[in-house]
């Protein structure tokens, strides 16, 4: 059998305000923009790469989910950005601002920092690790 996740669905309160978040901050590819109804749009933004997983950005409907924006994962790092080059993408976060949760340090699995989104949701940022780049 094979499988694979394809979208995670990330809620935001603004789909336009997303797209620029993440197109222009993160520098995400806008994989798709699909109007479903007056309210509703199907959304997909990804890193470069192979495009294996991607973020479904779903506008809030109701106060439940408006409540959950920034937090879907109850304060814990939520997303994982993994690179193949730390420096350039570390440094792409600083110069637009983004909030550093933790600065960079190197664990067994890469070197690794955690970051803020637009909406508080934390990332991992990984590297290789230097086993990997040997």
């Not at 197109?23 to 509703?40: A, G, I, N, P, V």
């Not at 989910?65 to 976060?93: E, K, S």
Request: net charge negative.
């Amino acid at each position: 059998m094979k499988q694979h996740i394809a979208h995670i669905a990330l809620l935001v309160d603004d789909y336009d305000q997303a797209i620029e978040y993440y197109t222009s901050k993160l520098k995400f590819r806008l994989l798709e923009d699909t109007r479903l109804s007056e309210s509703k749009r199907w959304v997909l933004v990804g890193p470069e790469g192979d495009g294996s997983c991607n973020l479904l950005l779903a506008k809030a409907a109701n106060q439940d989910q408006i409540n959950r924006i920034g937090n879907q994962a109850g304060g814990r790092v939520f997303l994982f950005l993994h690179t193949d080059d730390f420096d350039r993408d570390y440094l792409n976060l600083v110069k637009n601002n983004i909030r550093i949760v933790r600065e960079p340090m190197v664990e067994p699995y890469g070197k690794v920092a955690v970051f803020e989104d637009f909406y508080g949701n934390l990332w991992d940022l990984v590297g290789p690790s230097e086993a990997d780049t040997e």
